[in-house]
């Protein structure tokens, strides 16, 4: 259920999204996630599993997630019904005015997950609050307040999650198998071009398939094929806007052997093939 959104002039500011929703029951993103837009993830009640990269992190309530651009990503059930979240998308260019590198640290970290104490939660809620009633309104100089807004929200995550790294010891996974898991994944991210099968990646790590299958779902919220062909899938994106190489072999380049395979993967993913996805990218400037 939408609790809130954008109205009227909102939706045609286009660098910049914000959007509260509560959900009821038991749920879990139905597809692979990945965007050009910046993202910050606030989770307001409840409790959730956000797959990030190679990570899962457990996400409770008044913990802040931050995902960097075309980054793979995921929300997951843990079996805790309801929640509610804030999310913000923004574009690069919606903070040129400040020129300032730090505003993007928070997406750079290698721990993307920001617990806060009760006091630092009610700070920022009152302050998504405002930039929220800001994109609704939509008043004179909107936009303006929108970006110092948003710059000292990221101003102040970055010197909190300093701090959290020289107060804490290293980040520790929530148990061995989530350890696990997150070298699986990283592994895959690393070999993609390479024939990948579970029963091979099984071997590898000491692992039964069966027991490979069903923990890394249950971790990553991904089925292991899933996750293989969105990191290849993901690729294949990026050469067909950055390079002028043909189809066939960037189906070769990111683990493809069968260009009909190739194409039915992509088109699922996707929803459209890789000559149309190519057009569409150069035409949009992507």
């Known amino acids: 259920m939408k609790k809130n959104g954008m109205k009227g002039a909102a939706q045609v500011r286009e660098p910049f999204y914000i959007h509260q929703n509560k959900i009821s029951g038991h749920h879990s993103m139905p597809t692979n996630h990945f965007h050009e837009p910046y993202e910050i993830y606030y989770l307001m009640s409840g409790e959730r599993n956000y797959f990030i990269k190679d990570n899962t992190y457990r996400v409770r309530k008044g913990d802040v997630v931050f995902i960097d651009q075309n980054e793979l990503h995921k929300t997951a059930d843990v079996g805790v019904p309801n929640h509610e979240r804030m999310l913000i998308n923004f574009n690069k260019r919606f903070l040129d005015t400040f020129n300032e590198p730090l505003l993007f640290e928070p997406f750079r970290r290698k721990i993307r997950r920001l617990s806060l104490n009760l006091q630092e939660r009610e700070w920022i809620e009152r302050l ?80 039964s398939p069966y027991h490979l299958s ?67 990218a150069r035409h949009n400037g992507s």
């Open 128 to 207: 998504l609050q405002d930039m929220l009633r800001e994109d609704t309104e939509a008043l004179p100089g909107s936009e303006t307040c929108l970006q110092a807004q948003l710059a000292t929200l990221l101003l102040w995550c970055g010197r909190k999650l300093d701090r959290q790294e020289q107060e804490r010891e290293p980040y520790e996974h929530e148990s061995p198998a989530h350890k696990k898991m997150s070298e699986i994944v990283e592994y895959i991210n690393e070999t993609y071009a390479s024939p990948l099968s579970l029963e091979s990646v099984a071997k590898a790590y000491y692992v």
């Open 214 to 280: 069903r923990t890394f779902k249950k971790i990553t919220g991904f089925s292991f094929v899933e996750y293989v062909n969105t990191v290849r899938i993901r690729e294949a994106q990026r050469q067909l806007r950055e390079t002028g190489l043909k189809v066939t072999r960037i189906a070769e380049n990111v683990g493809y052997e069968n260009i009909g395979h190739f194409g039915r993967v992509f088109k699922e993913l996707t929803r459209t093939n890789p000559l149309d996805y190519r057009k569409s």
